[in-house]
């Protein structure tokens, strides 16, 4: 009776709490409904899954062994589900409140059980399933002696948002189809839905296009540089271009498969009529400007000139809408693309076209009088609309960055919003679907901490701004917005590490603010959980960004021209320890309480965060020359 009391006790608690009371789980993006209960389940050696859709249960079933036979060692089986350990029901009757990709997962000390109208929300029941086993289960090798524990739990979860994207720019720095399946890997443990890939850039054209052979022949190589791209001299006529690659038809089907049996889809994006200069490259008749036979792919030189939100093109690296050919051109490219991928949507680019070269081409002017378009917006919405026009002939939907409102949106369009969410907005008002992914929230190319630490990068956005990425403005119809992205440009990402790094833990950010209740979202909560998942990541090997435990700095001059610090962090309970000695700071060293005047002789600050009596920053080093220039002047 006393048990029984206790037991009782326990339920009540635990699903009052709902919570707060499930310390040992750490769920991203957080369910719509989680209640912990008593007990646990022990998963044993020999996993059978029951289904009573064994076709469409086959890809969840293979992902789930696949991603614990190398820790556990079990060996997994479909069998009755009488027997099962974990089954997977497909609902005879649709449950309208979990949608297509919802599901409900039941973990009690005997059995787990996943319910859901589509083999999606198996998928995603089993992804929330795989974060509440230990984090080991990470582990690319057997580990032994381990008791992989399921805690006992009642979940209902479906995403608030369909489109829940990340952006992968392999234009800029191509990405092995290993390496784009690695990517894939990641995103759908957040239960990330869609992989935009941005295959054509100024930097390279990444995919094979059988009836225009130049593209990847001649626009899929440049010349390698290393450093801060923007900054680098152009090459020279005899240095090999050999840097770059492209996927063949093949390649892409493949991603294209390995995407789908993870229930995520894949956007093409063919960016024009800006960003073409490796397009121009491989078949120079495509641009306006003469010249553009002595164009090469760009390795990172300067090509633009940018002025706040004003820029110009140095070199024409964009294609010509006053040339037939063109529309010729594209309507290839189009062709193939439209049979390669199954996705609805074609992403055709249309941002930041530089309109300085258009303005001195005869044939646009000819094409403005002709068409009776009064300035060179027009001219580009023009093109935009014949693009639409290419795109719905091959049975697909046509969309592009949120520039393509300007000079008029083309009838159909789905608007990409990525400068702020203005664009997106007038687009929704005007009833055309629309996608979120503005600078300000999503754009994880941009530093995550101090220029001090990170490899440097025009702008910042820190972890807990990314948190307050809000995809459905109050102004407009929810239904205009289909949800949001992320978008990882790599002009200064060479490698796949450094990919993964760029990546998280913005992008849990990102999957919570596109999956979970707004209501649900909780800084605090939502930190506490990203922690577990660095540690999750750590038995991984997936990179992360440590940056939210660095100092955040504001340097200012005082009005006897003194350099004062002030620094603070981003989440609470860390320790700064600094010294302008030159020597390595520790927890002995002087703590940071108080805005600090830099002495005048020093020559470098150095410091570290710590967590109570453990370092958990990294040593960061800054020459007193740099705080110096990066003082703002006291008004
Ligand atoms: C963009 O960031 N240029 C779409």
């Known amino acids: 009776m006393k048990r029984l009391f206790y037991v009782l006790c326990c339920c009540i608690c635990y699903a009052a709490h709902g919570q707060t009371a499930k310390t040992d789980i750490a769920i991203i993006p957080e369910p719509v409904a989680i209640a912990r209960m008593p007990g646990e389940f022990v998963l044993p050696k020999n996993i059978s899954f029951g289904t009573n859709a064994a076709a469409e249960?086959?890809?969840?079933?293979?992902?789930?062994?696949?991603?614990?036979?190398?820790?556990?060692?079990?060996?997994?089986?479909?069998?009755?589900?009488?027997?099962?350990?974990?089954?997977?029901?497909?609902?005879?009757?649709?449950?309208?409140?979990?949608?297509?990709?919802?599901?409900?997962?039941?973990?009690?000390?005997?059995?787990?059980?996943?319910?859901?109208?589509?083999?999606?929300?198996?998928?995603?029941?089993?992804?929330?399933?795989?974060?509440?086993?230990?984090?080991?289960?990470?582990?690319?090798?057997?580990?032994?002696?381990?008791?992989?524990?399921?805690?006992?739990?009642?979940?209902?979860?479906?995403?608030?948002?369909?489109?829940?994207?990340?952006?992968?720019?392999?234009?800029?720095?191509?990405?092995?189809?290993?390496?784009?399946?690695?990517?894939?890997?990641?995103?759908?443990?957040?239960?990330?839905?869609?992989?935009?890939?941005?295959?054509?850039?100024?930097?390279?054209w990444r995919i094979e296009i059988k009836s225009l052979p130049k593209l990847t022949e001649v626009g899929a190589w440049a010349v390698k540089k290393v450093g801060y791209y923007g900054t680098f001299d152009p090459p020279k006529p005899e240095e090999p271009r050999n840097y770059g690659g492209f996927y063949t038809q093949e390649d892409i089907k493949e991603i294209i498969k390995y995407a789908q049996?993870?229930?995520?889809?894949?956007?093409p994006e063919i960016d024009v009529p800006g960003h073409s200069l490796a397009a121009i490259a491989a078949y120079p008749e495509l641009s306006c400007t003469p010249e553009a036979s002595t164009y090469h792919v760009r390795s990172g030189e300067r090509i633009m000139?940018?002025?706040?939100?004003?820029?110009?093109?140095?070199?024409?690296?964009?294609?010509?809408?006053?040339?037939?050919n063109v529309y010729a051109f594209l309507d290839k490219v189009i062709t193939e693309v439209a049979a390669l991928f199954p996705f609805e949507y074609i992403h055709m680019g249309g941002d930041e076209a530089a309109k300085n070269f258009w303005e001195k081409s005869d044939a646009i002017k000819d094409l403005m009088k002709r068409e009776n378009l009064k300035d060179l917006n027009e001219v580009q919405s023009y093109f935009e609309k014949r693009v639409e026009k290419i795109v719905e002939s091959k049975g697909k939907k046509f969309m592009g960055w949120d520039e393509i409102l300007e000079g008029g949106l083309a009838p159909n369009a789905m608007v990409m919003s990525w400068r702020g969410m203005q664009g997106g907005i007038k687009a929704a008002q005007m009833k055309h679907d629309v996608v979120m992914s503005p600078t300000?929230?999503?754009?994880?190319?941009?530093?995550?901490?101090?220029?001090?630490?990170?490899?440097?990068?025009?702008?910042?956005?820190?972890?807990?701004?990314?948190?307050?990425f809000e995809p459905l403005p109050d102004s407009v119809d929810a239904k205009y917005i289909k949800g949001g992205q992320a978008n990882l440009w790599t002009e200064n990402v060479y490698n796949m590490r450094h990919a993964e790094y760029m990546t998280w833990p913005r992008g849990f950010a990102i999957s919570e603010s596109l999956w979970s209740p707004r209501v649900k979202k909780n800084w605090p909560d939502f930190f506490g959980r990203v922690e577990k998942h660095f540690q999750r990541f750590d038995v991984a090997d997936v990179k992360y960004a440590p940056s939210v435990y660095d100092p955040i700095f504001n340097i200012t001059t005082t009005n006897d021209l003194s350099v004062k610090l002030e620094l603070n962090t981003e989440i609470p309970g860390l320790d700064i320890y600094y010294?302008?000695?030159?020597?390595?700071?520790?927890?002995?060293?002087?703590?940071?309480?108080?805005?600090?005047?830099?002495?005048?002789?020093?020559?470098?600050?150095?410091?570290?965060?710590?967590?109570?009596?453990?370092?958990?920053?990294?040593?960061?080093?800054?020459?007193?020359e740099d705080l110096n220039k990066r003082a703002t002047p006291k008004k």
């Not at 060996?75 to 029901?89: E, F, Q």
């Not at 300000?440 to 630490?453: L, N, R």
């Not at 002995?588 to 109570?612: C, N, S």
Request: with cysteine; glycine share 4%; proline share 6%.
């Open 57 to 204: 249960a086959a890809p969840v079933i293979a992902y789930f062994n696949q991603h614990i036979s190398k820790a556990t060692g079990a060996s997994v089986s479909a069998a009755k589900s009488s027997a099962s350990t974990i089954s997977l029901t497909l609902n005879a009757v649709n449950e309208s409140a979990i949608g297509n990709e919802g599901y409900r997962l039941t973990v009690t000390p005997k059995e787990v059980s996943i319910h859901a109208n589509k083999p999606a929300g198996l998928f995603y029941g089993i992804q929330t399933l795989l974060q509440l086993l230990p984090k080991e289960i990470e582990s690319a090798t057997y580990v032994p002696n381990r008791r992989w524990t399921i805690p006992c739990v009642n979940v209902t979860d479906y995403p608030r948002f369909q489109w829940r994207g990340l952006m992968f720019d392999v234009s800029r720095h191509f990405f092995t189809k290993a390496e784009v399946k690695k990517y894939i890997d990641n995103m759908v443990r957040y239960k990330f839905n869609l992989l935009h890939m941005h295959l054509t850039d100024n930097e390279g």
């Open 261 to 267: 049996d993870r229930y995520v889809n894949i956007l």
């Open 440 to 468: 300000t929230f999503a754009y994880i190319d941009y530093m995550q901490g101090d220029v001090a630490i990170e490899p440097r990068v025009y702008a910042t956005l820190r972890l807990n701004k990314a948190y307050q």
């Open 579 to 624: 010294t302008f000695d030159n020597s390595f700071p520790d927890k002995f060293y002087p703590k940071y309480t108080a805005p600090l005047i830099v002495p005048k002789e020093a020559t470098q600050l150095r410091l570290i965060t710590y967590r109570g009596d453990k370092p958990i920053g990294r040593m960061i080093t800054v020459l007193v």
């Open 305 to 324: 000139q940018w002025n706040g939100p004003k820029y110009s093109a140095i070199i024409d690296n964009n294609l010509c809408p006053a040339n037939e």
